[in-house]
């Protein structure tokens, strides 16, 4: 009773990863940067953000975004620039659902502002 579904099981269920990017430097909304802002700048670690779609029988609404996920994690981490950037692309399924998920994992750069630099 179980031998066929132990040999259906397999392809109904599944997740394949793979390395989708690796860049050194991302900051898509800069345009000039003044030096006493790099020499005063605050460095986050281990920074991390996701686009994700759903899938129905394997069709997905939509495509995740390498922009989005970038956008996602200067945003919610309140840096600048990225450095050390890993993306990632995950396909997940399980039958009839699953997600197609690009995940980012950086380092970040807090420029100080223009004028004053940051309070200590």
Partial sequence: MFKPLLVILPFLLGACTSR????GVVSPDL?????????????????SASSTRRTFLFFTFGSPSLEEAVRSALNNSETDILVNLKADRRFSFGFPLGEDT????????????MFGGFDD
């Fill in 20 to 23: 989708f990017a690796e860049l």
């Fill in 31 to 47: 345009n000039q940067i003044e030096l006493k802002q790099l020499e005063q700048a605050k460095y986050v670690k281990n920074i």
């Fill in 102 to 113: 690009i995940s980012v994992k950086a380092d970040g750069i807090k420029l100080a502002p």
